[in-house]
């Protein structure tokens, strides 16, 4: 009987260490799904694209990288992408550059179809613009989980007028608000 009890006493102490294990790895990752329908575009302009995307991010377990994928599907001439600091339904300031890198620099116009892995790298404190500039990552990470930042991708197709149709919305074509637990619409952005 001694024993039947020992046994189960470790088995509880094993599962919750697993379960504790599990919280804390998920506590590290945000997600988001990217779609038209998210971006709050300018007055008379209308976000009609099939474009979708997907972007992962997962922080290292000292708070100091933020490790990052971002998978596109159905978009052309992507140019730029960052996370940009508001809520959902508002537009803000960028706060750090994913595509074409970390650092502040566009990306070429007119660049065509892309699918899959669009961006991935890793960001530091140092890659921090705009109103986060000098301020430790965690900044970041704190405007995530209060559900204030979004990733968006900007397209030029490099041919005036601009925001003429898919591919050519520089404004942002495909957005998705992060949070911890990704939710959002129901596409993958990178399947197709």
Request: hydrophobic content about 40%; glycine content about 14%; aromatic content about 4%.
């Amino acid at each position: 009987m001694k024993q039947a009890r020992r046994l189960i006493f470790v088995l509880a102490i094993v599962v919750s260490l697993v379960t504790t294990a599990t919280v804390l790895a998920d506590a590290l990752k945000f997600k988001t799904k990217l779609s038209g329908d998210q971006e709050v575009p300018p007055v008379g302009v209308v976000i009609d694209t099939r474009a979708k995307g997907q972007a992962e991010f997962k922080l290292s377990r000292d708070g100091t990288e933020l490790r990052y994928k971002l998978n596109v599907s159905k978009i052309k001439n992507a140019f730029m992408a960052h996370i940009h600091m508001a809520p959902a339904g508002a537009n803000g300031p960028i706060v750090v550059w994913l595509f074409p890198g970390t650092d502040p620099v566009p990306g070429p116009l007119g660049a065509g179809r892309q699918h899959g892995k669009l961006a991935e790298g890793t960001i530091t404190a140092a890659n921090l613009v705009g109103p986060l500039a000098g301020q430790p990552l965690s900044a970041l990470v704190d405007a995530i989980r209060a559900g204030n930042a979004y990733v968006n991708v900007h397209t030029n197709d490099g041919v005036a007028p601009t925001n003429t149709g898919p591919g050519d919305f520089p404004g942002g074509e495909i957005r998705g608000q992060l949070s911890q637990h990704g939710h959002g619409h129901d596409h993958d952005g990178g399947d197709d």
